[in-house]
């Protein structure tokens, strides 16, 4: 991989996630404190991103592979959601709110698993060179998320101009990216059409109990992702730099996953999913026990773990899954591990994140000591389950 690829690469992956950043981390408080939505529809909404991702990654997958140039399918995509981030801009209540939303992430969860299988295609040896790629993303997210905290844009609705902006800027730009041209087979078969045959990878238990795992572990991910910024504000943090806080928790990723693949090269998958399924368990306890006070430095450890939480397992993930399938799926296969991340594990989640708050909220305060001991018990269950199916086939080493 060239340095005009790598540059190419890193711009794209920028875009992005700076985009995603706009709007998801304090799309929470716009909807709470300035819509008046309950935290059960916050809930839902956050889940039109899951629903997306169990819908269109897959199929829009299956047409990169076999059928459209990646790169063009990538900045269709975001050409449209440009179109339809405005048009959920201009929804006021639930009922337009949500649909119009759900419309916008069906054009956006895709291009995560696009934009994975166009750079994995441009490397040589992913496990070394993606990280250094992937990490733009990171940073994209950051600048993301403090921009929208400088602009005082957290309680508004110009969150979602920004991300429209980014979007048709990525959208324009996919076109110009390196060229990945579909598979070309003599025909596809029903099963192949609607991408069932991704599904054999499932023979292998190592990448069954990834896909479990991804599932289990993404619904008390789902608390963090949909629910900090409205925690910290419920608590007593100052609003204005709550954006600026979370955002801790990436630029610890930006640390996280340039030494990843050191990690995965010297301890191996398992042990560094471990530590990823670990430091979540460890980061929501240290949530239910902190404070805006004395304690508050409890909830900024517990964002700047987000490097660990997210590095070590879903990006270790990602690069195992693009390890496991062959050149025909890869792109069909990035697809199902944002199904069990972000489609299945967090619409799940989303929910039931939504309803434990609710259930544990009274007299309009939540109960937030004890609503982060519930993704703690989860995350728990989730590493034991984990220990017990993960078998990694070690690699034979020639003398």
């Not at 790169?71 to 981030?85: N, P, Q, R, T």
């Not at 990945?180 to 069954?208: H, M, N, Q, T, Y």
């Not at 471990?274 to 450890?301: E, H, P, Q």
């Amino acid at each position: 991989m060239g340095l005009k690829t790598r540059l190419q690469l890193s711009t794209m992956m920028f875009l992005q996630y700076f985009i995603w950043g706009t709007w998801y981390v304090t799309l929470n408080t716009y909807l709470g404190q300035t819509l008046g939505f309950s935290a059960t529809q916050i809930g839902l909404c956050y889940g039109t991103f899951a629903i997306a991702a169990m819908i269109s990654p897959f199929f829009v997958g299956l047409i990169a592979d076999k059928y459209f140039a990646t790169e063009k399918v990538l900045g269709s995509m975001h050409i449209l959601g440009a179109i339809l981030l405005i048009v959920a801009s201009r929804a006021t209540t639930f009922q337009f709110f949500y649909p119009a939303l759900l419309l916008y992430t069906l054009t956006y969860a895709p291009t995560m698993a696009l934009s994975n299988s166009l750079s994995f295609h441009q490397m040589e040896d992913p496990g070394k060179q993606f990280p250094g790629v992937r990490v733009l993303g990171t940073i994209g997210w950051i600048v993301a998320n403090n921009v929208i905290g400088w602009l005082g844009y957290t309680l508004t609705v110009e969150q979602l101009y920004v991300g429209a902006a980014a979007s048709l800027m990525l959208g324009l730009y996919s076109f110009t990216l390196p060229h990945v041209p579909p598979k070309k087979e003599k025909k596809a078969s029903l099963k192949e059409l609607i991408g069932l045959d991704a599904l054999r990878l499932f023979k292998s238990r190592a990448f069954a109990t990834i896909m479990i795992a991804s599932v289990l572990i993404f619904i008390p991910v789902s608390f963090y992702f949909g629910f900090t910024a409205s925690f910290m504000s419920d608590i007593g943090i100052n609003t204005d730099i709550i954006p600026n806080r979370i955002s801790m928790g990436q630029m610890a990723e930006v640390l996280f996953i340039l030494i990843l693949p050191f990690f995965i090269t010297r301890f191996g998958v398992k042990r560094v999913l471990f530590i990823g399924i670990t430091a979540w368990l460890v980061r929501f306890l240290l949530f239910a026990n902190g404070d805006a006070g004395s304690g508050v430095w409890m909830i900024y450890t517990a964002i700047i773990l987000h490097g660990v939480c997210y590095d070590f397992f879903v990006v270790t993930g990602q690069i195992f899954v693009d390890e496991k399938a062959p050149d025909n799926l890869k792109s069909s296969a990035q697809g199902l591990i944002t199904f069990a991340t972000y489609g299945l594990g967090m619409f799940i989640g989303t929910w039931f994140a939504g309803r434990t708050i609710d259930s544990l909220t009274v007299g309009g305060v939540p109960d937030w000591d004890k609503i982060w001991y519930v993704p703690t018990v989860i995350a728990a269950v989730v590493l034991v389950i984990f220990i017990f199916l993960f078998k990694e086939k070690k690699k034979r080493v020639s003398t």
